[in-house]
């Protein structure tokens, strides 16, 4: 009996799916060695590892987005040669990136017929719309295929490219980190996709390092460390608690995160500030929110209620309407929620990005110009620091893991010697290790004596290092209460807009 007609095990048993033995190297760095893995329609298979493990390359690799220096691929039982992405969408593969591949410029219609594997040079934008709408409405993930992919919110961004690739047909769906910007509501709605893609048969690709989503949502987990894949299993014979063990060769000790001190004076204080909204994005309505010195300040919030509006009116990237920020910081690091779209220049140097705010430092100039040797033993130590080795410091930053990038942007930031951080969503798919790094570094800084701005959609995080929580519904401060006090059913109340 063929896979149509066949029983759900029986269908799971036929790979839609399957590497054997592939290999991947850049340069002397070998990002996938000698792994098989076997994917199965009706199935949701989660995939961990730390960043740079692998997991990413791996399923580029079938999505024909990198091609293979060994090993096969085969998809529904024939061997393929994939040579490039609308290939690998030809023969029903579909990866959502953990950083979108969307074109801010373009509508959501032109960003689906960009990709789309069927489309001539003859672009039928409306009948994109109607597949758009026709397949987000099957999934519940209802987008505007007329929208300016610039307006939406991530929260969208990532439901567009979930209806953009199964609009396209795809058999295979590789979701690379899909809950990581999202908040409560969404990330729920996105599992909820995957587990209704499997039950039709879809073979779901489940990159995540939440592993409370792993236990809820896959039916199989394999564990990919420097490259190897060191542990398989179906989900219910394994248990988080082994899934860390097998990601991390030592897992990190947390420290306990409240523990009682004096706060110092107000490093900021924000008086009934308003900020005009921009697009579809949220803006800020008579918010008042103060942080003191040696406090972490949580925000709490369903994606799009104005959080963005609030990080850039506390970084001065956003002038208030009406209201007053004072005092304001002299000095303010910025951790923003995309890293390689805000916090890096990609396409630059490690140095480069390592002098942003030291470039005009006398100590790095020669006869006016910087110079050389001074720049690298400023860049070696900062990199040093941060825990970040690399072969150069010429190397483009879009060349370093999620984790080693996001370490970049902090140990520049901090090295401002800042008043206040500003740490929007500073966990975004990011692994256990380099959390517990994060982690470390902000309740480092409330002990030095800075105040810190948190801004997360996953309360775990926010309930983790807080002293404090403000809760912002639809750009207006709906609560605000003691994080060591407060319960999870409150603060998910007001999230929801409940008083």
Same mark, same amino acid.
């Given at each position: 009996?063929?896979?149509?007609?066949?029983?759900?095990?029986?269908?799971?048993?036929?790979?839609?799916?399957?590497?054997?033995?592939?290999?991947?190297?850049?340069?002397?760095?070998?990002?996938?060695?000698?792994?098989?893995?076997?994917?199965?329609?009706?199935?949701?298979?989660?995939?961990?590892?730390?960043?740079?493990?692998?997991?990413?390359?791996?399923?580029?690799?079938?999505?024909?987005?990198?091609?293979?220096?060994?090993?096969?691929?085969?998809?529904? $039982?024939?061997?393929?040669?994939?040579?490039?992405?609308?290939?690998?969408?030809?023969?029903?593969?579909?990866?959502?990136?953990?950083?979108?591949?969307?074109?801010?410029?373009?509508?959501?219609?032109?960003?689906?017929?960009?990709?789309?594997?069927?489309?001539?040079?003859?672009?039928?934008?409306?009948? =994109?719309?109607?597949?758009?709408?026709?397949?987000?409405?099957?999934?519940?993930?209802?987008?505007?295929? +007329?929208?300016?992919?610039?307006?939406?919110?991530?929260?969208?961004?990532?439901?567009?490219?979930?209806?953009?690739?199964?609009?396209?047909?795809?058999?295979?769906?590789? @979701?690379?980190?899909?809950?990581?910007?999202?908040?409560?509501?969404?990330?729920?709605?996105?599992?909820?996709?995957? %587990?209704?893609?499997?039950?039709? /048969?879809?073979?779901?690709?489940?990159?995540?390092?939440?592993? !409370?989503?792993?236990?809820?949502?896959?039916?199989?987990?394999?564990?990919?460390? *420097?490259?190897?894949?060191?542990?398989?299993?179906?989900?219910?014979?394994?248990?988080?608690?082994?899934?860390?063990?097998?990601?991390?060769?030592?897992?990190?000790?947390?420290?306990?995160?409240?523990?009682? !001190?004096?706060?110092?004076?107000?490093?900021?204080?924000?008086?009934?500030?308003?900020?005009?909204?921009?697009?579809?994005?949220?803006?800020?309505?008579?918010?008042?929110?103060?942080?003191?010195?040696?406090?972490?300040?949580?925000? =709490?919030?369903?994606?799009?209620? +104005?959080?963005?509006?609030?990080?850039?009116?506390?970084? $001065?990237?956003?002038?208030?309407?009406?209201?007053?920020?004072?005092?304001?910081?002299?000095?303010?690091?910025? &951790?923003?929620?995309?890293?390689?779209?805000?916090?890096?220049?990609?396409?630059?140097?490690?140095?480069?990005?390592?002098?942003?705010?030291?470039? %005009?430092?006398?100590?790095?100039?020669?006869?006016?110009?910087?110079?050389?040797?001074?720049?690298?033993?400023?860049?070696?130590?900062?990199?040093?620091?941060?825990?970040?080795?690399?072969? $150069?410091?010429?190397?483009?930053?879009?060349?370093?893991?999620?984790?080693?990038?996001?370490?970049?942007?902090?140990? *520049?930031?901090?090295?401002?010697?800042?008043?206040? &951080?500003?740490?929007?969503?500073?966990?975004?798919?990011?692994?256990?290790?380099?959390?517990?790094?994060? %982690?470390?570094?902000?309740?480092?800084?409330?002990?030095?004596?800075? /105040?810190?701005?948190?801004?997360?959609?996953?309360?775990?995080?926010?309930?983790?290092?807080?002293?404090?929580?403000?809760?912002?519904?639809?750009?207006?401060?709906?609560?605000?209460?003691?994080? %060591?006090?407060?319960?999870?059913?409150?603060? /998910?109340?007001? @999230?929801?807009?409940?008083?």
């Amino acid at each position: 009996m063929g896979a149509e007609g066949a029983s759900p095990d029986a269908r799971r048993a036929i790979s839609a799916a399957r590497l054997t033995d592939v290999r991947k190297s850049f340069g002397e760095v070998r990002a996938v060695d000698g792994v098989s893995i076997d994917l199965r329609p009706g199935e949701v298979h989660a995939l961990l590892g730390e960043n740079g493990a692998g997991k990413t390359t791996l399923m580029k690799l079938l999505a024909g987005m990198v091609a293979p220096d060994a090993g096969t691929i085969e998809i529904a $039982g024939e061997e393929v040669q994939l040579r490039d992405r609308r290939d690998g969408t030809r023969h029903g593969i579909g990866m959502i990136q953990q950083h979108f591949a969307l074109i801010d410029e373009l509508t959501a219609a032109e960003n689906q017929l960009l990709g789309h594997p069927a489309r001539t040079a003859l672009a039928d934008v409306k009948r =994109a719309s109607a597949e758009l709408r026709e397949t987000g409405e099957r999934l519940g993930l209802v987008v505007d295929p +007329g929208a300016r992919v610039s307006e939406l919110t991530m929260g969208e961004r990532q439901r567009l490219e979930i209806v953009i690739a199964l609009s396209a047909g795809a058999k295979v769906l590789i @979701m690379d980190e899909p809950t990581a910007a999202l908040g409560t509501a969404d990330a729920a709605l996105v599992a909820e996709v995957a %587990r209704g893609l499997a039950a039709q /048969g879809t073979a779901v690709v489940y990159i995540t390092h939440k592993l !409370r989503e792993v236990m809820d949502v896959s039916d199989r987990v394999s564990v990919m460390r *420097r490259g190897r894949l060191v542990a398989s299993a179906a989900t219910r014979d394994t248990s988080a608690d082994e899934l860390a063990d097998e990601m991390v060769e030592s897992r990190p000790t947390r420290r306990p995160a409240h523990q009682p !001190r004096e706060l110092g004076e107000h490093v900021v204080s924000l008086r009934a500030v308003s900020v005009a909204g921009a697009g579809r994005r949220q803006g800020l309505e008579g918010v008042s929110i103060s942080v003191s010195r040696g406090e972490i300040v949580g925000v =709490a919030g369903v994606i799009g209620n +104005g959080q963005d509006a609030l990080a850039g009116v506390l970084t $001065g990237l956003l002038e208030p309407s009406s209201g007053e920020v004072e005092p304001r910081p002299e000095r303010v690091a910025y &951790i923003p929620e995309d890293r390689a779209a805000e916090g890096l220049a990609t396409g630059l140097s490690i140095r480069d990005n390592a002098i942003v705010h030291r470039h %005009r430092d006398p100590g790095l100039h020669s006869w006016g110009r910087l110079a050389s040797r001074p720049v690298l033993d400023f860049v070696g130590t900062l990199l040093s620091n941060a825990g970040i080795r690399v072969p $150069g410091p010429a190397i483009d930053a879009g060349a370093l893991s999620g984790g080693n990038q996001q370490r970049l942007v902090l140990a *520049r930031e901090f090295d401002l010697e800042p008043d206040l &951080i500003v740490a929007n969503n500073p966990y975004r798919g990011l692994d256990i290790g380099a959390t517990a790094d994060i %982690r470390e570094r902000l309740l480092d800084a409330r002990g030095r004596g800075v /105040g810190v701005l948190l801004i997360s959609p996953d309360l775990d995080e926010l309930f983790d290092i807080s002293d404090r929580l403000v809760v912002l519904f639809e750009g207006r401060l709906a609560g605000e209460l003691d994080a %060591r006090e407060a319960e999870l059913r409150e603060v /998910g109340r007001l @999230m929801a807009g409940a008083t």
